[in-house]
C-alpha cells in the first residue's frame, strides 16, 4: 500500500504563457478599433464615402483578429490543467498567432487586389475625406501600437531569449499594418490633392500589401514549427546527446525534442548502457539545459558486448 501522493514524481503539463497584461491591452484595442469601424461604416453609408466604408471593413478584419487573440488567451488559462490536452494548452496562443498570420495575408490580398482594380479602373477620391479617415486610422493604430508592444513582462517557467508572445505578436503586427496603411494613404493622397498623383493611391497599396504579406510570411514561419512539432536546433540536441554519452558509457539509441508551447520543449530519450542508473540520474545530466520543461528517459541496459547503436536510429 502506498502512503505518498505522487506529486513529486509528477509533471507539470501548463506550458502556456501567462501573459494578463497583454490580455487587458488587446480587450483596450479591440474597443478603440471596434468603436473606430462602426463610425467609419455609418458615416461613409450616411455621407456615401467610399474611403470610409472601405477602411471601415477593413478594421472589421483586425477586430477579427484581436477577437481571435482574445479567444486564444481565455482558452489557454481556463484548459491549462485538462488533462484532455497530452501537454496542456501551451500551443494555444500559437494557433492564435498563426491564425492571425493567415488573416494579415488575406488583408494584404484584399489590397492587391483592390490596388490593382484601381489601375486599371481609377476610381474618384475624395481627397478631404479620406486624409482625415487616413490620419484618424492612424491616430488609433498609434495608442493601439504602445498598448500591445511586448514587454516581455509575461511569465513562464523558464526565460530565454527566444521568448515569444506569439498571440500579443499577431495584435501587434495587425495594428504595424493598420498604421502603415494609413501612412501611406496619408502620402498618396497629400499628393494626389496638391499634384494631381492620382496614381500614387493604387501604387501605395500594392507597397503595403506586399510590407504586410513579408510580416505574415515571418510570422508564418515563427508559428509554423511548432505547432508541427518540430525538433529543435541541431547543435542543442548534439549537446544534450554529447552530455548524456560522455557520462559512462551511455548511447542514445533514440531522442525526440520539440515544443510544446511557445517556450517550452519536451523530450523522449532511449539510451542503451551496460550500468543503467536511475532515470533520475540522466535527468540531472540534463539540469543545465533550461529549455527542457518536460523528460521523460527510457534506459535499455545492454547485454551485448560491444553495444552498438547505428546513429540512424536518432530521429
Excluded at 96 to 106: D, E, P, Q
Excluded at 222 to 237: F, G, K, M, N, R
Excluded at 239 to 263: F, L, M, P, Y
Amino acid at each position: 500500500m502506498h502512503i505518498h501522493t505522487l506529486e513529486n514524481w509528477q509533471h507539470s503539463h501548463d506550458f502556456s504563457v501567462k501573459n494578463e497584461k497583454g490580455e487587458q491591452r488587446t480587450q483596450y484595442v479591440l474597443l478603440l478599433t471596434a468603436i473606430t469601424m462602426i463610425v467609419e461604416i455609418i458615416a461613409g453609408s450616411v455621407y456615401g464615402s467610399m474611403a470610409l466604408l472601405a477602411d471601415g471593413w477593413h478594421m472589421a478584419t483586425h477586430v477579427a483578429a484581436f477577437m481571435i487573440a482574445l479567444f486564444a488567451y481565455r482558452y489557454a488559462r481556463n484548459h491549462a490543467n485538462d488533462p484532455a490536452f497530452a501537454f496542456g494548452t501551451g500551443k494555444v496562443n500559437v494557433l492564435g498567432g498563426f491564425a492571425s498570420a493567415i488573416a494579415l495575408a488575406v488583408v494584404a490580398l484584399v489590397m492587391l487586389i483592390e490596388s490593382l482594380q484601381r489601375i486599371v479602373d481609377p476610381q474618384i477620391i475624395h481627397f478631404n475625406e479620406a486624409i482625415a479617415v487616413a490620419s484618424l486610422g492612424l491616430l488609433i493604430n498609434v495608442v493601439s501600437a504602445f498598448l500591445l508592444k511586448d514587454d516581455h513582462s509575461h511569465t513562464h517557467h523558464h526565460v530565454h531569449d527566444d521568448d515569444h508572445d506569439h498571440n500579443l505578436k499577431a495584435a501587434y503586427l495587425h495594428v504595424l499594418a493598420d498604421a502603415m496603411t494609413s501612412v501611406l494613404a496619408i502620402v498618396a493622397l497629400v499628393s494626389g490633392k496638391y499634384f494631381g498623383w492620382n496614381w500614387l493611391d493604387p501604387i501605395m497599396g500594392i507597397v503595403g500589401a506586399i510590407i504586410i504579406t513579408r510580416w505574415s510570411y515571418g510570422l508564418l514561419k515563427q508559428t509554423s514549427p511548432i505547432l508541427l512539432d518540430a525538433s529543435i536546433e541541431e547543435e542543442y540536441q548534439r549537446k544534450i546527446i554529447e552530455t548524456i554519452e560522455k557520462d559512462s558509457d551511455n548511447r542514445i539509441s533514440d531522442i525526440h525534442v520539440w515544443k510544446v508551447g511557445a517556450n517550452h520543449y519536451a523530450a523522449i530519450i532511449s539510451l542503451v548502457t551496460h550500468f543503467p542508473n536511475a532515470t533520475e540520474h540522466y535527468k540531472k545530466l540534463l539540469n543545465t539545459f533550461d529549455k527542457l520543461s518536460h523528460v521523460t528517459i527510457e534506459v535499455y541496459e545492454c547485454k551485448q558486448d560491444p553495444c552498438i547503436v547505428p546513429n540512424s536510429n536518432i530521429a
